[in-house]
């Protein structure tokens, strides 16, 4: 059994760019969470796919958006880059959707310039 | 006002001491999840309950859903304790979470 998966690990982009993060989660997991954690604060609930379907959605802005793949792994991107998405960006698997334990992976930190 | 409120923000506390770490939510919850986060960003999720008590080794974590509260214990702490506890509901049937903004535990030998 493997455990949840993110890559990059570290990225670097600058204001205005696109990035694209990718999460591959555990495996008999159908339910994918992402969430933004700035420096010095609590994770904030990006959105949750289940089933390739986005289940849920916390207050960001349409520029968050995400897929979710038929082998559940999922992406999360972000167009326009702005300097405040500078954070550790952190995937979760968990099964069937909702209260269910929540794997994490160890996160990417992006920063932008 | 945070939907996830935790205390306190900052613990320190000698080897060996009892701890707890309080967690007060404002919302209606389907699960409610004890997380624990090292320097460098991984998180562990530590327990996950919507009634009662749950105990792991050292760890006790207790919810009353009346009171909208949530504690989490440490028996006999020891340095390797020292992190971030993070206390996050789920809401909404499961597809909303709300994180408290952690507290940071501090061991010393």
């Known amino acids: 059994e493997t455990g949840v998966t993110q890559s990059p690990t570290h990225l670097i982009k600058t204001r205005g760019q696109q990035v694209t993060l990718r999460c591959s989660s555990q495996s008999g997991h159908n339910t994918v969470s992402w969430y933004q954690q700035a420096l010095g604060q609590g994770p904030q609930f990006i959105f949750q796919y289940y089933r390739e379907e986005e289940n849920g959605r916390g207050n960001f802005p349409p520029r968050f958006s995400g897929l979710q793949f038929p082998n559940y792994s999922s992406e999360l991107n972000v167009n326009a880059l702005e300097l405040d998405d500078s954070a550790l960006y952190l995937c979760?698997?968990?099964?069937?959707?909702?209260?269910?334990?929540?794997?994490f992976g160890p996160g990417t930190r992006l920063t932008v310039t | 006002k945070n939907e996830v409120e935790q205390s306190p923000q900052n613990l320190t506390a000698q080897e060996g001491e009892f701890i707890t770490i309080n967690c007060s939510y404002s919302v209606g919850i389907s699960a409610l999840h004890w997380l624990q986060q090292h320097p460098g960003g991984g998180i562990v999720s530590l327990f996950m309950?919507?009634?009662g008590k749950k105990k792991h080794g050292r760890l006790i974590a207790t919810i009353n859903i009346q009171e909208k509260h949530s504690s989490l214990h440490i028996t006999a702490s020891h340095p390797r304790d020292s992190a971030v506890y993070i206390c996050a509901v789920e809401s909404g049937g499961g597809n909303q979470f709300y994180f408290g903004t952690g507290t940071s535990l501090t061991v010393i030998p």
């Open positions: 309950l919507s009634s």
């Open positions: 979760a698997s968990s099964s069937a959707g909702a209260a269910y334990e929540q794997y």
